[in-house]
């Protein structure tokens, strides 16, 4: 871990100065299982859809008929999952961004995850890119999970219960143990000069 730490850019996770939940969790519907390039044009089309809003607003989106989200890219799952995050926002389901802060990780998690379409892991990565949380643990991101692996040298990928186990000598920082994890990916594989 150490070498890994040593070789890789600086852990640099800052809360963000200012978290607007809702937004936060529409890009991330918007994003799931689509390349980046791919999902950046739908939530781009979805965003004009409002001009002149610096943000999206949660009234305006479940009055957009389902159509001109579908038109804007989005799916019938995620155009129904956004209006779902839009009602759950109206209704406080959907914490304000003051409120955030003052709740516990497993608060968080345990009141967004009642949104259609948003997972444990889509929760996790709001609690740690946006909200800047510094014991989060993902154990279901395939990331985090090969990272792992390439690090200490195992062949097979470790189940997210068996890094649950793992995880517990990096608390109360295992947020910062899942990004070294990351960047172990963005290494280069070393090649053994007699494989080739």
């Known amino acids: 871990m150490a070498e890994l730490i040593a070789r890789s850019r600086r ?19 918007a994003y799931q ?23 999206l607003d949660p009234e305006q989106l ?4 389902d159509e001109t989200l579908r038109a804007a890219g989005l799916s019938r799952a995620k155009t129904a999952a956004l209006k779902d995050l839009a009602a759950k926002t109206i209704d406080g389901t959907v914490p304000s961004a003051r409120a955030l802060i003052r709740m516990t990780d497993d608060e968080i ?23 800047g949380r510094l014991d989060i643990w993902p154990v ?11 690090t200490f040298g195992r062949r097979k990928l470790p189940t997210p ?25 963005d290494a280069p594989e070393k090649v053994n000069r007699f494989d080739s």
Do not use: H
Not at 43 to 50: P, S, T
Not at 62 to 65: E, G, K, M, N, Q
Not at 109 to 131: P, S
């Open 11 to 29: 852990y640099n996770i800052t809360p963000a100065i200012s978290v607007r939940p809702f937004d936060a969790l529409a890009e991330s519907i």
């Open 33 to 55: 299982q689509l390349s980046g390039k791919a999902a950046a044009t739908i939530f781009g089309r979805v965003r004009a859809l409002y001009p002149k809003r610096k943000w």
């Open 62 to 65: 479940l009055a957009t008929p």
């Open 109 to 131: 998690i345990t009141r967004l995850t009642t949104v259609r379409g948003i997972g444990r892991w889509t929760v996790e990565m709001l609690l740690l890119f946006d909200l």
């Open 140 to 150: 279901d991101d395939y990331g985090v999970r090969k990272g792992f692996a390439k």
């Open 161 to 185: 219960k068996q890094l649950m186990k793992f995880g517990e000598k990096w608390r109360p920082y295992r947020s910062v143990a899942a990004w070294y994890f990351w960047r172990a990916l």
